[in-house]
């Protein structure tokens, strides 16, 4: 077992590439370890003089793919099972007086693990495993043989993980083949690790240019596919095509002709190719239907094949011939350089069909068959290949670079009548803007993710994404789909109200046999006046494919704004129900956003910040000038409804708590991730809220001024007196709102429960205190109504500046009337995004209670208005006024 680290501050990554070099170099002089002892062969023999072409071609020759390591020492160092890759980089070469030995005076050999570190949680509760990179470096030197192929260096490595650590006394020995070929393709051998750690195995694919490919070129079967017209070889272009994941269909009978190559997925792991269009490969073969994301490091299973041939620019095809490759030790326990060519007379060809269909929608085809068993002659291909198809990943990134455009799709007609059929049925919807109909509509708008309503307690998930639209091929790399759609299907759309539409639907059905998501293709029609798609697809199973799935589904409208998301639909079987490949049909609820809705919403919440700035920064204003005003008008401050002021500061108050708390659970949430932006975020956070944290003292000023000046009064027991009526009064109210809050807040989260994707957060006590506070605040002016009402010397002072109750009220109102704007305009997208006249501080987030809030507040400013009128009162005139 490593040590664990002790150290977790580990953000100096670029310290670990330098300082294992700068602290080698001077250790490097006072231990050599010794040759004698380590690297008997090949014997050390003094340099010679090497030119600079010669030197580059050495180095050139000892630079390898970046590799797999394994075995006991492989887990000394790193956390056991978890695969890391080696690097070797050649740093200085030369000849030597001995013709057959080179000179390797200087390379690095890095490993890449990862090591696992306990984390306690911030606030001392919760604790977790953190699992991080690291990387341990080897300085070498020695000698290579090119009769014997064995490249055999000692040196010390240096571990900067936590208190440097130093590891002396190594021998890496390596086999390194002078000419790889297709038999001996491979570089390997293993680090001796001395007292520190135990052996460790490397083996990579030779890289480089000095492959020697076999003579006699391979072939390819007679019968030719269609493949796409791309124009001529381009290495980068084969390579990025090839290095993908591949589902093999093999033969139905139990007679394979290829019986030891019987997993269902292949990965093109390697490849390599030389300017004249010769290509190898190295390709390995796993047992799950959902391999490991592509990486470009050497990966190691059970089977593989290693190819070479070239690229047939008549047919477009490569043609390989390629050897089966075993792993003769399973290499999690030790030996992973027991890597063996063994049978060879395994014929290969890849393709990139131009045609797409229903069935068949792969961006690059292979096929695979057992030359062996061929008959004589060039078309050798035996009755039972293996033929294979590129697949797309279950999660889609938007990355998707493979350029699609010179590929076609071909609908079936039998599947568009079908579908048809169905789309005459169900029809139902009125014209309004839909996909595909508006100005600047993307095909991105025909992407959605869905969840079907069951009510198990598993969510079943999926992604839908549209293939073809009328006759634009929209898969693949972004920009060549946007064009094709914005110049065929967008033109298509407009001319006949139906169109031919394709789609790959992504679907957890945790009810079929396979285990993970299964990919429905489906293809059918689409009206762009109704919003309605309406498709029959197939869904791929072990052993066969049912064609009878019936995909339908309602798109929203642009202008129909739903929280619920994006359309309806449904999938269903069309088979018996007494039929084993019949499955219960689901309805599934679309969600996402249309590309416009999008920026839009980024547009409205820019907008909102600074509306939310604007409106904290008036009531700020509003307060200082009520200040003013008391300080100015002595009687005021005594006709001040000091509920009122308390209020206020409440509902200051119990936002930016609030705020706070949100802040603080999101701080501990975000601590792993983002503990290196977070306090950047945290100061944004900070400066928007600065002017409620400003206004909020303010009010505190007012409220002491307030009861400053009644204190000091002469009357302040009748003032009081007065207040205490005021309270009798509002106290009830206050009650009868917090009950009412309680009910409604109650309901809103059961309703939210249900649906959780949409619902805003699942009612707490803080957002019912949120809530409650916003109707308090809303009707701030209702302590002073009732106070000017009762008592006679608050009328007789005007208590209240009209900036400030006027100010005050237009702020609170603003963002009802907002709302009810906005949800006409809007659709709430799966996460909330509003700033300003944020939800939660509404009550029933419906327009009828804005517009209720609204009413309510102005009333009161209008009453109090007509309290406050100049001469307005009758006793004011009696006792002759202040
Ligand atoms: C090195 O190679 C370049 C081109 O490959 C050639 O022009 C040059 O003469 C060579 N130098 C020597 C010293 O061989
Ligand atoms: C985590 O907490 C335990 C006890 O609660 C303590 O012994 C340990 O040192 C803490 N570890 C770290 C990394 O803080
Ligand atoms: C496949 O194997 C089964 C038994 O294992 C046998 O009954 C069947 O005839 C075989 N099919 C073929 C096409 O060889
Ligand atoms: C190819 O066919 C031969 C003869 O039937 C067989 O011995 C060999 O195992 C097959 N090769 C593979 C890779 O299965
Ligand atoms: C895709 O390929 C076509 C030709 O095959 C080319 O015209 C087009 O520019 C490419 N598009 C992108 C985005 O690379
Ligand atoms: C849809 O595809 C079918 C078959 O390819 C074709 O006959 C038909 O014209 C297409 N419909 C439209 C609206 O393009
Ligand atoms: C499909 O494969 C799974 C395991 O991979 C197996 O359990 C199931 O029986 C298979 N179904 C059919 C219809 O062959
Ligand atoms: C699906 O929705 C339809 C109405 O749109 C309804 O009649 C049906 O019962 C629903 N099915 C399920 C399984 O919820």
Same mark, same amino acid.
């Given at each position: 077992m490593a040590p664990p680290p002790s150290n977790p501050h580990r953000h100096t990554q670029q310290l670990c590439f330098v300082l294992p070099i700068l602290l080698l170099s001077s250790v490097a002089a006072e231990s050599t370890p010794s040759f004698s002892s380590h690297c008997p062969s090949p014997a050390p023999s003094p340099d010679l003089h090497t030119d600079a072409n010669d030197t580059n071609a050495l180095l050139e020759h000892f630079h390898f793919s970046p590799g797999f390591f394994s075995g006991s020492g492989a887990s000394n160092l790193f956390m056991p099972g978890i695969s890391g890759y080696f690097s070797f980089l050649p740093h200085a070469v030369s000849r030597t007086a001995d013709p057959a030995v080179i000179h390797l005076s200087s390379a690095t050999l890095t490993l890449f693990?990862?090591? +696992?570190? !306990?984390?306690?949680?911030?606030?001392?509760?919760?604790?977790y495993e953190r699992i991080y990179d690291v990387a341990v470096s080897f300085r070498l030197d020695g000698y290579y043989s090119t009769t014997t192929f064995e490249l055999c260096m000692v040196g010390t490595g240096t571990d900067t993980d936590g208190p440097v650590k130093r590891y002396a006394d190594l021998a890496l020995r390596l086999r390194v083949p002078s000419k790889p070929s297709l038999v001996d393709p491979f570089v390997a051998g293993h680090l001796e690790g001395g007292v520190d750690f135990e052996t460790v195995y490397l083996v990579?694919?030779?890289?480089?240019?000095?492959?020697?490919?076999?003579?006699?070129? +391979?072939?390819?079967?007679?019968? &030719?596919?269609?493949?796409? #017209?791309? $124009? $001529?070889?381009?290495?980068?272009?084969?390579?990025?095509?090839?290095?993908?994941?591949?589902?093999?269909?093999?033969?139905?009978?139990?007679?394979?002709?290829?019986?030891?190559?019987?997993?269902?997925?292949?990965?093109?792991?390697?490849?390599?190719?030389? &300017?004249?269009?010769? %290509?190898?490969?190295?390709a390995v073969f796993s047992n799950d239907v959902m391999p490991w994301a592509r990486t470009n490091r050497f990966a190691v299973e059970?089977?593989?094949?290693?190819?070479?041939?070239?690229?047939? &620019?008549?047919?477009?095809?490569?043609?390989?011939?390629?050897c089966r490759v075993e792993l003769a030790v399973s290499y999690w326990s030790s030996a992973a350089e027991k890597l063996e060519v063994r049978e060879c007379g395994i014929g290969m060809s890849f393709w990139f069909p131009a045609v797409w269909t229903v069935r068949d929608r792969s961006a690059t085809a292979a096929m695979l068959w057992n030359g062996s068993q061929a008959a004589s002659g060039d078309a050798g291909v035996t009755s039972d290949p293996i033929t294979a198809s590129a697949f797309q990943y279950i999660i889609r990134t938007t990355t998707t670079t493979t350029n699609l455009s010179d590929v076609k799709y071909s609908y079936t007609q039998t599947f568009l009548d079908t579908a048809t059929r169905h789309y005459l049925n169900a029809n139902k919807k009125t014209k309004a803007s839909f996909p595909g109909a508006y100005k600047f509509s993307s095909y991105r708008d025909f992407e959605f993710r869905f969840f079907a309503d069951n009510d198990e307690m598993v969510r079943e998930r999926g992604q839908a994404y549209p293939v073809s639209i009328g006759s634009a091929m929209v898969d693949g790399d972004e920009l060549a789909a946007e064009y094709a759609f914005s110049r065929h299907a967008a033109a298509e759309m407009k001319q006949s109200r139906l169109v031919n539409i394709s789609y790959g639907i992504l679907f957890q059905f945790t009810a079929f046999d396979r285990p993970d998501c299964s990919e429905i293709k489906a293809e059918g029609v689409y009206d762009t006046e109704t919003g309605f798609l309406s498709m029959l697809g197939c869904r791929e199973l072990n052993v066969s494919t049912d064609c009878k799935v019936l995909i339908t589904v309602q798109?929203?409208?642009? !202008?129909?704004?739903?929280?619920?998301?994006?359309?309806?639909?449904?999938?269903?079987? =069309?088979r018996d129900k007494t039929d084993v490949l019949y499955f219960e049909s689901r309805n599934i609820?679309?969600?996402?956003?249309?590309?416009?809705?999008?920026?839009?919403?980024?547009?409205?919440?820019?907008? !909102?910040?600074?509306?939310?700035?604007?409106?904290?920064? *008036?009531?700020?204003?509003?307060?200082?000038?009520?200040?003013?005003?008391?300080?100015?008008?002595r009687d005021a401050a005594l006709a001040t409804s000091i509920t009122m002021l308390a209020v206020l500061a409440l509902g200051?108050?119990?936002?930016?708590? =609030?705020?706070? /708390?949100? *802040? *603080?659970?999101?701080?501990?949430?975000?601590? @792993?991730?983002?503990?290196?932006?977070?306090?950047?975020?945290?100061?944004? !956070?900070? @400066?928007?809220?600065?002017? #409620?944290?400003?206004?909020?003292?303010?009010?505190?000023?007012?409220?002491?001024?307030?009861?400053?000046?009644?204190l000091?009064?002469?009357? /302040?027991?009748?003032?009081?007196?007065?207040?205490?009526?005021?309270?009798? @009064?509002?106290?009830?109210?206050?009650?009868?709102?917090?009950?009412?809050?309680? %009910?409604?807040?109650?309901?809103?989260?059961?309703?939210?429960?249900?649906?959780?994707?949409?619902?805003?957060d699942p009612g707490t006590l803080w957002g019912a205190l949120a809530s409650y506070a916003g109707l308090a605040t809303d009707g701030f002016l209702l302590p002073q109504v009732v106070l000017n009402a009762i008592s006679s010397e608050s009328?007789?002072?005007?208590?209240?500046?009209?900036?400030?109750? %006027?100010?005050?009220?237009?702020?609170?109102?603003?963002? /009802?009337?907002?709302?009810?704007?906005?949800?006409?305009?809007?659709?709430?997208?799966?996460?909330?995004?509003?700033?300003?006249?944020?939800?939660?501080?509404? =009550?029933?987030?419906? &327009?009828?209670?804005? @517009?209720?809030?609204?009413?309510?507040?102005? #009333?009161?400013?209008?009453?109090?208005?007509?309290?406050?009128?100049?001469?307005?009162?009758?006793?004011?005139?009696?006792?002759?006024?202040y």
């Open positions: 693990g990862k090591r +696992a570190e !306990e984390h306690n949680g911030t606030l001392g509760f919760g604790s990579t694919y030779a890289d480089g240019d000095v492959y020697k490919y076999s003579e006699g070129r +391979a072939t390819c079967p007679a019968e &030719a596919a269609t493949t796409s #017209a791309r $124009g $001529g070889f381009s290495c980068a272009a084969l390579r990025s095509r090839l290095l993908s994941e591949y589902r093999l269909r093999h033969a139905q009978s139990n007679s394979s002709s290829l019986p030891r190559l019987h997993e269902p997925a292949m990965i093109v792991n390697q490849v390599h190719c030389a &300017a004249n269009g010769a %290509v190898r490969l190295y059970n089977q593989a094949v290693v190819a070479e041939g070239f690229w047939d &620019a008549e047919t477009r095809r490569l043609c390989l011939r390629a798109l929203t409208s642009l !202008e129909e704004s739903q929280p619920s998301g994006h359309g309806k639909g449904r999938i269903s079987s =069309l609820t679309l969600y996402g956003m249309y590309s416009e809705q999008v920026s839009e919403s980024i547009w409205r919440m820019d907008l !909102e910040r600074i509306i939310t700035l604007a409106s904290s920064t *008036l009531s700020c204003a509003f307060i200082v000038l009520q200040i003013l005003h008391i300080k100015r008008n200051c108050a119990i936002p930016l708590a =609030l705020d706070l /708390h949100t *802040l *603080l659970a999101n701080r501990d949430k975000q601590f @792993v991730e983002l503990s290196g932006s977070a306090g950047l975020l945290d100061l944004q !956070e900070l @400066v928007q809220r600065a002017p #409620a944290l400003i206004a909020f003292v303010l009010q505190l000023r007012l409220l002491q001024l307030a009861w400053a000046g009644r000091s009064s002469s009357h /302040h027991h009748r003032s009081l007196g007065s207040e205490r009526r005021v309270l009798q @009064v509002c106290l009830p109210l206050y009650l009868i709102g917090a009950a009412v809050t309680g %009910v409604i807040h109650d309901g809103n989260s059961r309703s939210a429960r249900k649906d959780p994707l949409f619902g805003e009328s007789s002072a005007r208590a209240l500046s009209p900036w400030f109750y %006027v100010g005050g009220t237009v702020i609170r109102v603003t963002p /009802h009337v907002y709302d009810v704007f906005r949800a006409r305009r809007y659709v709430q997208s799966a996460r909330p995004s509003y700033v300003y006249a944020n939800p939660r501080d509404g =009550l029933f987030g419906s &327009a009828a209670w804005d @517009v209720v809030v609204t009413c309510g507040a102005t #009333a009161l400013a209008f009453l109090l208005f007509w309290q406050q009128r100049p001469g307005g009162d009758v006793r004011r005139t009696k006792t002759g006024g």
